[in-house]
């Protein structure tokens, strides 16, 4: 097995593959294939691997990664005690226009009675 490194010209990337040739029984010929294994850094001449062949792990002690947690969990807190200060709002709020409009249906009524007694 062989590393090779291909350039796309489309992407203007460099690929690193993984190259090895296994005989063909079919055409009695040595096939060659080809995986890709990551992208070629053509500066550093270092290959930064991809999938299943290695993809870097966080650690989750770094302590980026624990900040970023912490303010993104404080985040969603603050948001969901936001979020259930405006539904008690709103609840109010649904209260209120509802004893408003009990309080007008019953004005509305009287309204029409004395108008029908005047006439």
Known sequence: M???RSYNKHTNTYY???TSYVWDEKTQKKVQKKSCIGKFDPETDEIIPNGKRGRPRRDPTESSAV???GQDRAKYAKTISEVKALSSR???AEESFEKLSLEFQSISAEL???LSEIQ
Do not use: G, P, Q
Request: charged share 35%.
């Open 2 to 4: 062989a590393i090779t």
């Open 16 to 18: 690193a593959y993984e």
């Open 67 to 69: 900040k970023s947690d």
């Open 90 to 92: 709103l609840k109010s």
């Open 112 to 114: 029409d009675n004395l």
